[in-house]
């Protein structure tokens, strides 16, 4: 028996045999095609089968895991729709006469060696993609496609890392564990198990060189361990744990019905968020107490063209009616280069998320902001909705917004169109300038809600995704928590709620300290919702806890 350590990623208890996956990979040698035109016609139907795998790839995301991370699948579907990917293919084929295989491979490596070259970490992420993708469109081409293990058993898949759109494919019916030599707790594929309910233990190293396939593996990932060839007390010992687990799970369903209050009475609430319409009843049937952040961007990504008032009216009205009295907090598009849809025709930058994004982005274009305010207002009628304006920062752009809505009032004052003259605005504390300043922004605004990850990444300038610095990255950072407190202080200063939602939103060993704080609206997965109220419950803020938060990355 040895037991190996790496780092929890998706929490769990799995036993079950080593089978270790290998992503195919292929060397395309130059070959003169027969016909440019046959191959050129070729590429066009593995890229739009590609097309088609990357909109069910985020389909089924959409289903288990935050929009913020399906719409990984909607980049690579964008990067594969991208003009320059399809010439640098169209080139190869016209000018050298190769095959359509060698001309993807080739362009794919050219525009990934560019990605990889940039000085923004954000987008030497893309390089990776680009590979992804072009990978994607090779199997189609050569009829052999990348496959997790499918049928019945109960595997531990072992991998040097895994990308998001092979996580997203594995059968929970047959593997019960992912291990692996790289990766990160914070990457796509760990967010993607996590909100699966896979257990997945990273940053293994050298170590799993010492497993041979076949192996029996216990993977503990609460404690980031793996242990090979357990003997039968230890077998014991682990199937108990994961008995004790699943139980717990099914305990949980009592909350559905229960208030979520602390044990000394300070209420809370507990809210999914969501990026499509159909996914409210999933809060609802998960037990959440409202909506508290859908990402309207996702409105914006599906097309071709901008989401016009009318379609943006149905959307927004159909969520209100469905959750009825229950609260809906709508966020205007947080969109930015690395993610808007094509027709935006947004410059690349360096560093995206430095630059022009969010309501950064709709400021600068007030025709299409006021459509979705018009069409956020004409839906208030039919729900409890409010509205959050996201990576506001200062005074001046909380002016700029409230000048617009006010015209869109008009507007539909002159056209005899009702709206709800009470809708709750609020901005998400996003960056370090509106911790400092939420104060003043506290005056201006009916609520808060903390972007967790986001206020952290950009305070500790790190980003969690890049397998390079996340050990870098603390959410209970001190940095990090006096922003927190500042924020929640000048909250309740004004008397308005204060909500938190990413990572830290559903960390057990950081509810107690948030709650303390003040924070009382937790916007979480909706895999989640049932978990942290029961974590809510069992907290007794009037009774002191000796134990120091550790800093949990």
Same mark, same amino acid.
Not at 103 to 120: I, R, T
Not at 275 to 300: C, H, P, T, W
Not at 499 to 522: C, D, H, K, P, V
């Given at each position: 028996?040895?037991?190996?350590? =790496?780092?929890?990623?998706? !929490?769990?208890?799995?036993?079950?045999?080593?089978?270790?996956?290998?992503?195919?990979?292929?060397?395309?040698?130059?070959?003169?095609?027969?016909?440019? /035109?046959?191959?050129?016609?070729?590429?066009?139907?593995?890229?739009?089968?590609?097309?088609?795998?990357?909109?069910?790839?985020?389909?089924?995301?959409?289903?288990?895991?935050?929009?913020?991370? *399906?719409? $990984?699948?909607?980049?690579?579907?964008?990067?594969?729709?991208?003009?320059?990917?399809?010439?640098?293919?169209?080139?190869?084929?016209?000018?050298?006469?190769?095959?359509?295989?060698?001309?993807?491979?080739?362009?794919?490596?050219?525009?990934?060696?560019?990605?990889?070259?940039?000085?923004?970490?954000?987008?030497?992420?893309?390089?990776?993609?680009?590979?992804?993708?072009?990978?994607?469109?090779?199997?189609?081409?050569?009829?052999?496609?990348?496959?997790?293990?499918?049928?019945?058993?109960?595997?531990?898949?072992?991998?040097?890392?895994?990308?998001?759109?092979?996580?997203?494919?594995?059968?929970?019916? !047959?593997?019960?564990?992912?291990?692996?030599?790289?990766?990160?707790?914070?990457?796509?594929?760990? +967010?993607?198990?996590?909100?699966?309910?896979?257990?997945?233990?990273?940053?293994?190293?050298?170590?799993?060189?010492?497993?041979?396939? =076949?192996?029996?593996?216990?993977?503990?990932?609460?404690?980031?361990?793996?242990?090979?060839?357990?003997?039968?007390?230890?077998?014991?010992?682990?199937?108990?744990?994961?008995?004790?687990?699943?139980?717990?799970?099914?305990?949980? *369903?009592?909350?559905?019905? *229960?208030?979520?209050?602390?044990?000394? =009475?300070?209420?809370? #609430?507990?809210?999914?968020?969501?990026?499509?319409?159909?996914?409210?009843?999933?809060?609802?049937?998960?037990? =959440?107490?409202?909506?508290?952040?859908?990402?309207?961007?996702? $409105?914006?990504?599906?097309?071709?063209?901008?989401?016009?008032?009318?379609? #943006?009216?149905?959307?927004?009205?159909?969520?209100?009616?469905?959750?009825?009295?229950?609260?809906?907090?709508?966020?205007?598009?947080?969109?930015?280069?690395?993610?808007?849809?094509?027709?935006? /025709?947004?410059?690349?930058?360096?560093?995206?998320?430095?630059?022009?994004?969010?309501?950064?982005?709709?400021?600068?274009?007030?025709?299409?902001?006021?459509?979705?305010?018009?069409?956020?207002?004409?839906?208030?009628?039919?729900?409890?909705?409010? +509205?959050?304006?996201?990576?506001?920062?200062?005074?001046?752009?909380?002016?700029?917004?409230?000048?617009?809505?006010?015209?869109?009032?008009?507007?539909?004052?002159?056209?005899?169109?009702?709206?709800?003259?009470?809708?709750?605005?609020?901005?998400?504390?996003?960056?370090?300038?509106?911790? $400092?300043?939420?104060?003043?922004?506290?005056?201006?605004?009916?609520?808060?809600?903390?972007?967790?990850?986001?206020?952290?990444?950009?305070?500790? *300038?790190?980003?969690?995704?890049?397998?390079?610095?996340?050990?870098?990255?603390?959410?209970?950072?001190?940095?990090?928590?006096?922003?927190? &407190?500042?924020?929640?202080?000048?909250?309740?200063?004004?008397?308005?709620?204060?909500?938190?939602?990413?990572?830290?939103?559903?960390?057990?060993?950081?509810?107690?300290?948030?709650?303390?704080?003040?924070?009382?609206?937790?916007?979480?997965?909706?895999?989640?919702?049932?978990?942290?109220?029961?974590?809510?419950?069992?907290?007794?803020?009037?009774?002191?806890?000796?134990?120091?938060?550790? &800093?949990?990355?």
């Amino acid at each position: 028996m040895e037991k190996y350590t =790496g780092t929890g990623a998706s !929490r769990g208890i799995a036993i079950g045999q080593a089978h270790f996956y290998d992503r195919k990979t292929w060397e395309i040698p130059f070959e003169k095609a027969k016909s440019s /035109k046959v191959e050129w016609t070729r590429f066009l139907k593995a890229k739009h089968q590609a097309a088609e795998e990357l909109e069910a790839l985020y389909q089924r995301a959409s289903d288990i895991v935050e929009p913020a991370e *399906a719409v $990984l699948f909607q980049i690579h579907r964008m990067l594969l729709e991208d003009r320059q990917y399809t010439q640098a293919v169209e080139e190869r084929i016209d000018n050298q006469g190769c095959t359509a295989e060698y001309a993807v491979q080739q362009a794919g490596k050219q525009l990934a060696g560019m990605f990889a070259l940039m000085d923004s970490a954000y987008m030497r992420e893309r390089s990776a993609d680009m590979m992804d993708i072009s990978d994607r469109v090779l199997g189609l081409l050569l009829r052999e496609q990348q496959g997790m293990p499918d049928g019945a058993g109960s595997l531990i898949v072992i991998a040097k890392d895994l990308l998001p759109s092979e996580a997203i494919q594995i059968n929970r019916l !047959r593997v019960s564990a992912v291990i692996a030599r790289e990766g990160s707790q914070h990457s796509h594929a760990s +967010i993607l198990t996590r909100a699966m309910g896979i257990p997945s233990v990273v940053m293994l190293g050298e170590q799993i060189d010492r497993i041979q396939e =076949g192996d029996v593996l216990i993977v503990d990932g609460f404690h980031g361990e793996v242990i090979a060839n357990p003997d039968e007390a230890t077998l014991q010992m682990y199937r108990q744990t994961r008995d004790v687990y699943q139980s717990y799970q099914e305990r949980l *369903a009592v909350y559905k019905e *229960a208030p979520t209050r602390t044990k000394d =009475g300070t209420n809370a #609430q507990v809210c999914g968020n969501i990026g499509n319409v159909k996914e409210a009843q999933m809060v609802l049937d998960l037990g =959440g107490e409202g909506i508290g952040l859908f990402r309207s961007e996702y $409105l914006y990504m599906d097309g071709q063209d901008y989401p016009e008032e009318q379609v #943006q009216f149905e959307a927004y009205r159909q969520v209100l009616e469905k959750m009825g009295s229950q609260p809906v907090t709508i966020r205007t598009m947080d969109l930015g280069s690395e993610k808007a849809a094509g027709y935006f /025709k947004l410059l690349s930058e360096q560093n995206p998320m430095l630059g022009l994004r969010a309501v950064r982005l709709s400021l600068k274009r007030p025709d299409i902001f006021k459509v979705q305010l018009r069409a956020l207002l004409r839906a208030s009628v039919y729900g409890n909705l409010s +509205i959050l304006f996201p990576m506001v920062s200062n005074i001046w752009q909380l002016r700029q917004i409230k000048s617009l809505m006010e015209d869109c009032q008009e507007e539909l004052d002159r056209e005899h169109i009702a709206y709800n003259q009470q809708i709750k605005l609020g901005i998400t504390i996003a960056t370090p300038a509106a911790a $400092l300043l939420s104060d003043q922004l506290a005056k201006a605004v009916d609520f808060f809600l903390i972007s967790s990850s986001r206020l952290a990444s950009y305070t500790l *300038a790190v980003d969690p995704k890049n397998s390079g610095v996340s050990d870098l990255f603390y959410m209970s950072d001190p940095a990090v928590l006096r922003l927190l &407190q500042m924020t929640a202080a000048n909250a309740k200063r004004e008397g308005i709620p204060c909500g938190i939602s990413g990572e830290m939103a559903y960390n057990r060993r950081l509810i107690r300290r948030l709650l303390e704080m003040g924070i009382t609206r937790f916007v979480v997965p909706s895999a989640n919702l049932l978990e942290v109220r029961e974590w809510i419950c069992s907290i007794d803020l009037k009774n002191e806890e000796n134990e120091p938060i550790s &800093q949990e990355r």
